[in-house]
């Protein structure tokens, strides 16, 4: 018997929620990669939460024990590593900034179950420390990641 796989692609909407980052310093998505970014939701942050809100693609093949596949314009990465960058101080346009750091936020850990729960205006949420270890920005791949929830 022979079964035929459909292969599913969608848009789904992704926020990351960075806790209480360092004030002053500018934060933001960035769109594209390579030397051909360009920096998006640009906030400054004053210790408050930031949020950024955006879409990537999912494609995959509808036997759900596939793990799906991203792109899109905010989606960095190879192949089983994808991941979404926050620019941060002068990688966020912020030229007199003391800061020149990006945050890796890894989108590993979303499954199809996660994505196939997603209905009307749910999305998938994550929380990330916005300031680090040294008390300035957090950067490099977020630890401890606590992942993806449906929200």
Known sequence: MITLLKVVEIEIRLTIILVKPSAGVAFGLQKGAGSNYEVVQKQISTSDDLAFTFTIKVKGESAKDIAPS???????????????????GKYAGQPDSIWARRLKIPLTGITWKDIDSLSGNSILQTSVPGTGKDGGPNCATVKPFDGWQVK
């Open 70 to 88: 991203f792109s899109g314009n905010f989606v960095q990465g190879p192949p089983g590593g994808r991941f979404v960058y926050i620019d941060i």
